[in-house]
């Protein structure tokens, strides 16, 4: 399953810095031009990771006035994460001393840079190629100190390994991510959801900032809406088939886009959820619609919405969406006894980069009609490949993520008006797997994701000081 994209930014790109350690205590011994060399390791590292993240600063620290220094920038700097690369043994102080008050996650990256010994081996040689033991020594101060990390082994020529040293170093960054996230909400969730409510206490606890449009707000947004803008959000659908669509009801739910992207814009929110079910859209006196073209095309430009206010689904959607991006929002509906499979899908909203090529229709909701009409979503079938769900909730201390890898399979449903799909889990029968999935306790909207997040998921729940439950 690729995700196409539809004029959507990239998924997200990590912001880091990069501090390498070395001690010179071993100078004398060490043949001539080792610092130079540890330079050069430092430089090798960061060439390393700029192919799939942007290096915002980097330092070699020797001394604990070189780790206040770089201390000094670091508590500055916006990053999502720091990795932390030792060049060679060296004291751990440096590194308490540079990440004091650093609100970053760190990858520990050791580097092996020996591939043979030979039986000249020598104390001196032992010591420059010393990488394995400054990790220890890091890992064991971050540990006292209880700063987030990671770690992976990989050197430099190891180009089988880069992929899992990319994909942590981008897990670790989007739970950075989650974790000062703003989500904007219009509509309380849907009356009797409670498995998908996350109360002030627990927004706190993960650090997530709640932005909560009044009804009175949306109105003024949506009746202060330049045509213009409208239009535009309209165009964004040229060259997408059409299925009995209402034009002046288009118009609408293109109106509706419009004021959402505005509020998205001014809140810079990362994500949302709104409640079709409520005054803000069916139940709306001069709107009567739905909000499924709004959420689509939100959806479409990197600024995943859930529904019936879900917001652990909208979180659960940025994971996926900055991770693999693309993410849609669904459900898993009956299992498939004779065919060992379940039904995934949405109720008329969805990621466009998600549907199988040439297939997505823009349609009239008829399960959701309001005063204004049936609201405009879209369906499509799924692009098949292979596939995660994820599902973020609120737990009783912690805050959870259940997961399962899996395959979308082809399927072929006309008659439904939304996004659906196959879907199969990769880790044993189907009975099996849906009994596990439910005694998870998810809550019950999810986030399909194109591609196996099996790196990814426990690091992002780790970091994001959330419990990881993969099915």
Known sequence: MTPAGVGRPARHVPRVAVVSLYFNMYDEQ????????????????????????????????????????????????????????????????????????????????????VEELTSTWSQPEGASRSTHV??????????????????????????????????????????????????????????????????????????????????????????????????????????????????????????????????????????????????????????????????????????????TGDLPAALALLIGQRLAGAALYGELYTPETGKGEMAFAAGGEGDPALAASGTLRLIPNRMYPGPGGEGIGVAFPVAEGPATIVSVGVGPDRWQVVWATGTVTSRDFPDFDGPYGGWRFDSGDLEDCVTRWIAAGPSHHHALVPGHLDVEMPVVARAAAMDSVRV
Do not use: K
């Open 30 to 113: 060490m043949a001539g031009g080792f610092a130079a060399d540890r330079e050069a390791f430092l430089g090798q590292a960061i060439s390393v990771l700029s192919s799939d993240a942007q290096v915002l600063d980097s330092w070699l620290l020797v001394t604990v006035d070189d780790a206040a220094l770089a201390n000094a920038t670091l508590v500055t700097l916006d990053v999502d994460a720091v990795v932390l690369v030792p060049a060679m043994v060296a004291p751990p102080v440096l590194v308490r001393r540079a990440l004091a008050g650093v609100d970053a996650p760190v990858l520990l990256w050791n580097v092996p840079e």
């Open 134 to 307: 400054g990790c220890e020594m890091a890992a064991n101060v971050l540990r006292r100190d209880g700063v987030i990390f990671e770690t992976v082994t990989c050197a430099f020529g190891d180009l089988s390994r880069h992929g899992r040293l990319h994909r942590t170093l981008r897990a670790l960054a989007v739970a950075s991510l989650v974790r000062r996230a703003t989500v904007l909400r219009l509509g309380e969730v849907q009356t009797g959801y409670d498995d998908v409510v996350a109360d002030a206490s627990a927004l706190q606890r993960l650090g997530v900032r709640e932005v909560c449009v009044s009804l009175e707000d949306w109105t003024r947004a949506v009746a202060s809406t330049p045509d213009a803008s409208a239009a535009e959000m309209a165009s964004r659908c040229d060259g997408w088939r059409r299925d009995r669509v209402d034009e002046a009801v288009m118009a609408t739910s293109a109106r509706i886009a419009a004021a959402l992207a505005g509020l998205v814009a001014s809140s810079q929110a990362d994500c949302g959820t709104v409640n079709c079910h409520s005054p803000y859209f069916r139940q709306h006196q001069e709107l009567g619609v739905t909000a499924c073209l709004a959420v689509t095309l939100l959806t479409g430009q990197g600024v995943p919405f859930s529904c």
